[in-house]
């Protein structure tokens, strides 16, 4: 399958993150939302992605698909195969608009959630038509960047539309993930939310500052888990007995009292202004559009590293990051044929001279 034409419905941080990727895969896309900074602010992320994609498409580009702006939903998705929502995470809204994308677009066409944690059971309840067709599309920010996209199905949703959605994510370089039951907040943001919690408490506490705290993962096992991950570092960990080893060692601290996990810090105005002015000082001197671009830079470069390893093989993200620069450089190519190919049909023909 190929998506020939996308809708995003939803031009926000993760909207306009599913623009850049789909656009700069060479499928043209229809944007609805009505904020009036709408188009500057995908223009905006635009532009951080095609900067990070000069430096990750070594092997070249295909030719950016066009994006317009619609000024329904229904004009967005007339036409599109594949239509990724990407609205606030409120149920009323996204009944409405999941509501109005179902009333006009094509039977055919897949529709996606970006949702970080909303059932697509409560979702497709919504969509009279074909809810069949619903699937939870969950990313990670950049979207144009990071593979990662968990695929959550409905009560309603058919066994044909994941493995569709399976098709669509990977054709544009991502890593789908199926989510083998339907629970709030998936996979990636329960574990995301358990950090946190645990983080809020560490700072509330004085344990720590957000810089102190920021500093021992980055420092520490995030660089473990950028390769590997949880259970592989813990296997390792185990020594030559494995996993077995580390938990029958490591099993027992479970039961001791070290963390606050089920508990809830006050979230007043006191704790939001001391991570705010913790995170001022330990990032103030960067704007955000900065700190985007860093952090763009070190994705890629840690892509590109790890698309080395294994033998040249390439090792975790690092293998899908090699894949995917060889499917965009295979698209550039095809690009560049299909010109020379149109050019030489449109070239007038020489008219022989007639003799004398």
Known sequence: MTITKAA??????????????????????????????????????????????????????PKEGKITYAKTIAEAVADADFIQESVPERLDLKHRVLAEIDAHAPSSALVGSSTSGIKPTDMQVAMKKHPERLVVGHPFNPVYLLPIVEIVGGEQTWP??????????????????????????????????????????????????????????????????????????????????????????????????????????EFNDELVDLIAGQSDEQSGKWSIRELEKIRDDNLVAIMEALSKENRGKGWGAGELHKTYVKQLGAAAKAKVSKAAEKAKATKPKKVAKAKK
């Open 8 to 61: 995003c419905i939803g031009g926000g941080v993760i909207g306009a993150g599913w623009v850049a990727r789909l656009v700069l895969n060479g499928i043209d896309v229809a944007v609805f939302d009505p904020d009036p900074e709408a188009r500057r602010k995908v223009d905006e992320v635009m532009k951080g992605a095609r900067r990070a994609y000069k430096r990750l498409a070594t092997a070249g580009l």
């Open 160 to 265: 044909e539309a994941i493995e569709l959605a399976r098709e669509y994510y990977a054709e544009i370089g991502m890593k789908p993930v199926v989510i083998r039951k339907e629970i709030e907040a998936f996979v990636g943001d329960r574990l995301l939310e358990a950090m946190w919690r645990e983080a809020l408490w560490l700072i509330k506490d004085g344990i720590c500052t957000v810089e102190e705290l920021d500093d021992i993962m980055r420092y520490g096992f995030g660089l473990r888990w950028a390769q590997m991950g949880m259970f592989q570092i813990y296997r390792v960990a185990g020594g030559e007995a494995g996993m077995r080893h580390f938990m029958a060692q490591f099993g027992p601290c479970l039961s001791w009292p070290w963390t606050k996990l089920m508990d809830v810090p």
